[in-house]
């Protein structure tokens, strides 16, 4: 197995930063706060252990030093994230007013995006320090902040997919029939870690009918002979994402069980065929979708072709009708077509693919046949 990536270095996070603030005054904002989540972690490298009500906030404006506030008791934390040389901290103890140490950070009548994961509760209170300021939610403002991966990041995803591929080779080994689903679940949690995730996300295991609700995760229902089950697991490995579906069957399949997989399987070829510099994200669901709507199957095609993968599993791009943003290199995103037929049974496929100067490149490549499990 491939050693561990090198860390990112302070410079990465400065640069990161400095990126952000300039964004963010090009979109005629006055600044930046972003919460613990995945924006500080991009940003910074600091993910406090635990997030509380006490207030973490850093505070980005183009011209001006990036400044993290903190509650006191956990400076010396912060003080070790590796992005912490390029921040300054500015702590507040227990009992005073940390609205009151950031309110002065902010121009009186600006208007900040602010991390959507941030509580309402410090949202409001900044609100009422500074009733002039006004905010908007960090994602509507800079969608594509983090959508464009560099190299160190490109490996770090490929090296996520890699584990996720090994992770379904292995699972194709093991039995399904007489089993559980959440005893399959388990399984794909188990393998991930071993293939080095330091955190799963999500093992879908929709067997039978089940698999016909894209968001059924795994429960107490026991697969059997002639079900087909779809498997979508991932999580993060060196904090960035993996994430990968394919539909597997126990026994031999049916000649409409074939048939549904192997249009699935077309529309998802088509959408990572039509990758490319330039070529609108709503033009890859368009191209996957008109495979399966061609196919009579287009009303069982129930949610968008994809969505941008990083130090999250979810993020921008969003591969759907109406979003128009350009494909860009570096850019990341899964192509996910499915059909899910109410009932009886459901097939998604399932690759990250990343953006090169010549065409999509897929960090995901086991066979995407109809693979019989036992
Ligand atoms: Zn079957
Ligand atoms: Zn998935
Ligand atoms: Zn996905």
């Known amino acids: 197995m491939t050693s561990a990536p090198a860390p990112f270095t302070a410079d990465d996070y400065k640069v990161r930063m400095e990126r952000a603030a300039q964004s963010a005054a090009d979109a005629g904002l006055a600044g930046l706060l972003v919460a613990p989540g995945p924006d500080l972690v991009w940003l910074t490298g600091y993910q406090p252990t635990a997030t509380t009500e006490r207030l973490t906030l850093l505070v980005l404006a183009a011209g001006q030093d990036p400044i993290l506030v903190v509650p006191t008791l956990e400076a010396p934390d912060a003080e070790r994230a590796p992005g912490a040389p390029a921040v300054t901290l500015r702590d507040w103890t227990d009992g005073k007013d940390p609205y009151a140490v950031t309110a002065p950070l902010l121009d ?49 995803l490929a090296a996520a997919g890699a584990a996720a591929d090994a992770t379904y080779e292995e699972i194709l080994k093991v039995r399904f029939s007489g089993r559980r689903e959440l005893d399959v679940a388990a399984d794909l949690a188990d393998l991930l870690r071993q293939f080095g995730h330091s955190q799963v996300d999500f093992t879908v295991v929709g067997s039978g009918p089940n698999g016909a609700n894209p968001h059924h ?158």
């Not at 991390?115 to 409001?124: G, T």
């Not at 994602?139 to 770090?156: C, F, G, I, N, S």
């Open 108 to 156: 009186f009548d600006g208007r900040f995006g602010i991390s959507d994961n941030a509580w309402a509760m410090h949202l409001l209170a900044l609100q009422q320090a500074l009733p002039g300021t006004s905010y908007a939610s960090l994602t509507e403002a800079l969608p594509m902040l983090r959508a464009v991966k560099d190299a160190h990041e490109l490996e770090r």
């Open 217 to 374: 995760e795994a429960g107490e229902r026991t697969i059997e002979n002639g079900d087909m089950v779809v498997l979508d697991f991932g999580g993060l490995k060196h904090g960035y994402g993996s994430d990968t579906s394919r539909t597997v069957h126990v026994g031999e399949p049916s000649a409409e069980e074939q048939e549904v997989h192997d249009l699935v399987r077309e529309a998802q070829n088509a959408g990572c065929a039509a990758v490319q510099p330039g070529v609108a994200c709503q033009e890859i669901d368009r191209v996957a979708r008109a495979v399966i709507d061609e196919a009579g199957y287009g009303e069982y095609f129930i949610h968008r072709t994809g969505h941008g993968i990083g130090v999250t599993t979810h993020e921008p791009p969003y591969m759907i009708e109406g979003e128009e943003q350009p494909l860009v290199p570096g850019m990341c995103f899964s192509v996910e077509p499915g059909v899910y037929l109410p009932g009886r049974f459901g097939v998604r496929i399932e690759d990250i693919v990343t953006v090169t100067d010549e065409g999509g490149q897929r960090l995901n490549n086991t066979v995407r046949e109809l693979m019989i499990v036992e």
